[in-house]
């Protein structure tokens, strides 16, 4: 078969002294930290839409990139041939994992019984594939933003019919996520929102989405999907309000609609950007309510207000995310780059920069997160801090057998609380940078 990336040698680790841009710096697959090998730890994946599809048109311009791959855009030849660019690269990068949406993977027909006899067509191309090369599915979704059609929402739909195809598609992605054997299933609410209550019916709307939500997990169980639904939160963008706003309002809409014990949550560090929390935090919610499932694993940019999906590059923040990993025990999912090369970064060569780029950082933050473990003074700290309520009393409270009553009987016997310790966060930051820099 003619190789599609000439250009691209087999990226392999040469360590941080290297000059050679292809190669890797940090993400040493077989490395064992903390008792796992970075490919253990990092189980990452390639999004087909970004690296195989989009190819840099924004508002204001066309394509600067070639993703023709040698084959006449809108046919099956070029979906064919973007399975086989797909494969190439992830094979040369050491990629093991993708995720798709259906219509990633081949142009849509006007009537669906067409899209999904190409979409059968495809994935046998790709299970094929997957056989020779050892490449999974990470995750599978269905677009319901793109067309037209979902212009008010697929499950906030105003119209049943679109309600119908909604569904519809969603069978067909779940069959293709089952045929694929992908881990997880992802719903992003991107037109699951609204612009304006005038026109508006909040309840009615939730109330469609957690039941489309809940035929899709009575499907995906019967034909044999194991694996977990995940809701990707994001504030807005397509839409002004997007019903899930971050991780906090996703689990109480789980919990509200029975949805929880299949759901759990896919993290994207600019959609927690978006929503004006830290990526950390946004990782931090799902973790403590058992919920944190798979990471989209990219970047915003503090200074614009929109979803820029960058490439990872910012240490701290992986360094940060990985900390929260493995005090999680790590994911059940694993690390999709929903991120695309800048406009004018538009060869071959930028394609394998950028996840070079993406996995160093992912992996650098990984070796940094196991010291702050292994240093252990910033856990140590946190635990202290808290040290006050290890007493009878504190444990009363924590066990929930104190009442009001009594702690305002201890608080008239105290007088004045004496302040609480130092929260010492400059200190911690020292320690922090200590290590990064070290
Ligand atoms: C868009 C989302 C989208 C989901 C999958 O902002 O990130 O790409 O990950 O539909
Ligand atoms: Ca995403
Ligand atoms: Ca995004």
Not at 308 to 323: G, H, I, K, R, S
Not at 367 to 381: M, N, Q, S, T, Y
Request: hydrophobic share 40%; glycine share 10%; charged share 25%.
């Amino acid at each position: 078969m003619k190789e599609l990336f000439p250009n691209i040698p087999q990226i392999r680790y040469e360590g941080k002294d290297s000059k050679n841009p292809l190669s890797f710096k940090y993400y040493d697959a077989h490395r064992v930290i903390l008792g796992k090998t970075m490919q253990e730890h990092l189980p990452f994946a390639m999004a087909w839409w970004h690296n195989l599809c989009a190819a840099g048109t924004d508002m204001f311009g066309r394509d600067t990139a070639d993703k023709s791959f040698g084959a006449e855009k809108g046919t099956m030849e070029h979906a064919k041939a973007k399975v086989d660019a797909g494969f190439e690269f992830m094979q040369k990068l050491g990629i093991d994992y993708f995720c798709f949406h259906d219509v990633d993977l081949v142009p849509e027909a006007d009537d669906i019984k067409e899209t999904n006899r190409r979409l059968d067509q495809i994935t046998d191309y790709m299970l094929e594939k997957m056989a020779a090369t050892g490449i999974k599915c990470l995750w599978g979704t269905a677009n319901l933003f793109s067309n037209p059609r979902y212009m008010n929402g697929a499950g906030s739909t105003n119209s049943v019919d679109v309600y119908c195809f909604a569904a519809a598609q969603i069978k067909k992605a779940l069959d293709l996520t089952v045929k694929l054997g992908g881990k997880g299933y992802v719903f992003w609410g991107g037109r699951e929102g609204y612009e304006t209550l005038l026109n508006t019916d909040m309840k009615f709307e939730q109330e469609n989405i957690a039941a489309l939500m809940k035929m899709a997990v009575d499907y995906g169980r019967s034909i044999g999907f194991t694996g977990d639904f995940y809701i990707e939160p994001k504030p807005k963008e397509p839409m002004k309000h997007q019903y899930d706003f971050d991780a906090a309002t996703a689990i109480g809409f789980l919990r509200q609609y029975g949805l929880d014990k299949d759901f759990k949550m896919n993290i994207e560090a600019n959609h927690a950007t978006l929503a004006g929390h830290t990526f950390q935090h946004e990782l931090r919610v799902s973790a403590i309510n058992g919920m944190l499932g798979s990471i989209d694993a990219n970047q915003g940019d503090l200074l614009l207000g929109w979803d820029t999906d960058e490439f990872p590059a910012n240490v701290y923040e992986t360094t940060l995310c990985m900390y929260e990993v493995l005090k999680a025990g790590g994911l059940t999912g694993g690390f999709n780059f929903d991120a695309k090369n800048r406009r004018p970064s538009y060869t071959a060569e930028d394609m394998a920069y950028a996840y070079i780029l993406g996995m160093d950082t992912f992996a650098l933050g990984l070796i940094k997160a196991a010291e702050i473990l292994e240093d252990g003074r910033i856990d140590a700290f946190v635990r202290e801090r808290y040290a006050s309520f290890e007493s009878h009393l504190g444990q009363q409270i924590r066990r929930g057998e104190a009442t009001l009553e009594q702690l305002a009987q201890i608080a008239d016997e105290m007088g004045a609380p004496a302040l609480p310790a130092s929260g010492r966060q400059e200190y911690l930051q020292s320690i922090m940078g200590e290590i990064m820099f070290r």
